[in-house]
């Protein structure tokens, strides 16, 4: 079956520019995520949707971004007023809801984000 | 209390040879610890897993040793290989609740050379 996507794939844009990242889960997982990462870099946490619940925004480094799913299925990474250190490549991840049991995170190929 | 350590943060081993890396965490409520390789280019994907009640899982070259007292699990690669290089995140997760979010640990670059 189809893994998760994500688009663009890659993105350049100019500073002070708005963008919009998106990711589409594996159907019937309920959990989703969006990670970070710079290069050579760990995967850094932004935040974390799971059903119904409100989100987990910890990760969120900045007011500048804000996530959102739409009926429990596509996700959207909006990021206000870019600056260079936003360059990297944003991950998405979904799974199962665990239930009792670990389930697996699936991860998408990643958008790569530049900063002019 | 939510972190996960993870050392060392790069390793360079012989082909053949044996990788080791190391993790830990503080939070006895983690109930399950996965392994996720990354290959560059590539999203991570899920390599072997463990949980708490069992010292030892092994999948083909692959082993996870777990000391709970301790609250410390590594990953040993055996007779490492060339396709083996690739970044390797230790996590952590609670399945026994609603609240499942997984912690990655920073993550080790390995290169195993021929």
């Known amino acids: 079956g189809a893994g998760v996507s994500q688009s663009p794939s890659n993105k350049v844009t100019e500073k002070g520019k708005d963008v919009e990242l998106r990711c589409d889960p594996i159907?019937?997982?309920?959990?989703l995520y969006w990670y970070r990462q710079s290069l050579g870099q760990g995967l850094e946490f932004l935040i974390y949707?799971?059903?119904?619940?409100?989100?987990?925004k910890s990760g969120l480094p900045s007011d500048r971004f804000s996530a959102e799913r739409t009926g429990g299925s596509v996700s959207t990474l909006t990021i206000q007023r870019t600056q260079q250190e936003d360059s990297a490549v944003y991950l998405c991840?979904?799974?199962?809801?665990?239930?009792?049991?670990?389930?697996?995170?699936?991860f998408g190929p990643g958008t790569r984000l530049t900063v002019l | 209390q939510q972190q996960v350590k993870q050392s060392p943060q790069s390793l360079i081993v012989q082909k053949g040879g044996i990788s080791i890396i190391n993790c830990a965490y503080e939070?006895?409520?983690?109930?399950?610890f996965p392994w996720y390789q990354q290959f560059p280019g590539k999203g991570p994907a899920l390599l072997i897993a463990?949980?708490?009640?069992?010292s030892e899982k092994k999948e083909g070259r692959f082993t996870i040793s777990f000391n709970k007292s301790a609250k410390q699990f590594s990953l040993h690669i055996m007779d490492s290989q060339p396709g083996d290089s690739a970044t390797y995140f230790c996590?952590?997760?609670?399945?026994?609740?609603?609240?499942?979010?997984?912690?990655f640990g920073p993550g080790t670059s390995l290169s195993v050379i021929p």
């Open positions: 991840a979904s799974s199962r809801t665990s239930g009792g049991v670990y389930n697996e995170q699936f």
């Open positions: 159907s019937g997982h309920t959990a």
């Open positions: 949707f799971q059903g119904n619940s409100a989100p987990d």
């Open positions: 939070n006895t409520a983690f109930d399950y």
């Open positions: 463990i949980r708490p009640d069992v």
């Open positions: 996590a952590a997760s609670r399945v026994k609740t609603s609240y499942d979010k997984v912690i």
